[in-house]
């Protein structure tokens, strides 16, 4: 089955809308969810031509594949490189690893077939009632109890980037409850109140002056969080430093079902912790923040961020925001304002 024959039975107008709904979704570039568009339709044919089961042309709307479909490294990359540069069956394999750990495709491979299975996205499927939402409201970061929920919940996020997924939460924990030990005031959770888990998580690491520089470095290099290094590049502050100028936000995360819920509020809290941490850093006045994902891009938009540096190697970029300008912003008017403006909503 060739991309020709693909795209007659499920034309590029219908898959670009498939992309569109998936584009908010953590880790997803743009190509990424072309070649998991492509790769869903393949199967899903593949299996009706299988069983000869009758189908309307042209295809306006997918349907899972039933169970595993077969589909080899060489047949991945007639399809995601066909219409581009030729890829190998090394690159399409990598990229159905990337599929996988996205949570897009699940793999088998019983030592001589490779087969996959699409799994069910809820973006492109119709939403159930919702349960009454949790009660959540921000609290203070208990690294005793909140290290490793919230690791999980920053793995998701990182695992993307990230292959060796395995290492990424107790590498997290590890970090969290590190920085916990010495000032703990800028790390805060979003809890819920029925069974205190947290769902959402920021981090506000305030920064020793020599490691401001980085700020101003290739972004690639201020990872950590999703790094494999052991050195951070960036050193925090303790209470009473008057060289410390700087606030790293480090992480922004809130599950996705608490979002729309929770962000003003995520974000008013923030401005309450940055005012009390000036207390013990009375010379704060930057705040900067790493872009790893688009939908964070607008969120910083909203409250004030421009960018800053990008790296030609690397999708990441800086963003900065003037520590007084973010105290000042009336939050709720920002996002009514952003509401009305043509941008267009990526979460």
């Known amino acids: 089955m060739t991309l020709e024959y693909l795209e007659k039975w499920f034309p590029r107008q219908y898959q670009s809308q498939y992309i569109s709904l998936l584009m908010g979704r953590v880790g997803l570039t743009r190509r990424r969810a072309e070649c998991f568009i492509k790769l869903w339709a393949y199967l899903w044919l593949k299996q009706q031509k299988q069983l000869s089961a009758p189908c309307a042309q042209p295809i306006q709307s997918l349907e899972l594949p039933q169970g595993w479909v077969s589909c080899t490294c060489r047949e991945a990359a007639d399809l ?19 599929l996988a750990a996205l949570g897009l495709i699940k793999k088998t491979f019983d030592g001589n077939t490779l087969a996959i299975a699409i799994e069910p996205l809820p973006e492109l499927r119709q939403p ?54 010495q000032y703990v005031k800028g790390m805060r959770v979003l809890r819920r109140d029925d069974n205190f888990n947290p769902v ?47 606030i790293f936000v480090r992480s922004w995360m809130i599950d996705t079902p608490y979002r729309d819920q929770a962000q003003i509020t995520f974000l008013e809290d923030a401005q309450q912790t940055l ?8 010379y704060l006045c930057d705040l900067h923040t790493l872009i790893i994902h688009p939908s964070l891009e607008e969120l910083a938009q909203t409250v004030g961020f421009q960018k800053n540096s990008s790296d030609s190697q690397s999708s990441v970029y800086w963003m900065y925001l003037a520590l007084d300008r973010f105290l000042a912003t009336d939050i709720s008017q920002a996002f009514k304002l952003k509401q009305t403006s043509p941008l267009r909503k990526m979460d």
């Open 275 to 282: 005012s009390q941490m000036r207390r013990d850093f009375p």
């Open 128 to 181: 159930p009632e919702p349960n009454p939402p949790a009660t959540i409201q921000p609290d203070a970061f208990d690294p005793r109890c909140d290290a490793i929920p919230v690791a999980n919940l920053l793995a998701t996020f990182y695992n993307w980037m990230n292959r060796n997924t395995d290492t990424v939460p107790y590498r997290i924990a590890e970090l969290l409850r590190g920085w916990a030990s």
């Open 200 to 246: 959402g998580f920021y981090l506000l690491y305030p920064t020793k002056r020599k490691s401001e520089v980085n700020f101003f470095g290739p972004p690639s290099k201020g990872l950590h969080l999703s790094a494999v290094s052991d050195i951070d590049p960036f050193e925090m502050a303790l209470p009473g430093d008057l060289q410390c100028r700087s």
């Open 80 to 98: 995601f490189y066909a219409d581009s540069e030729r890829g190998s069956d090394r690159a399409a394999g990598m990229m159905l690893d990337k």
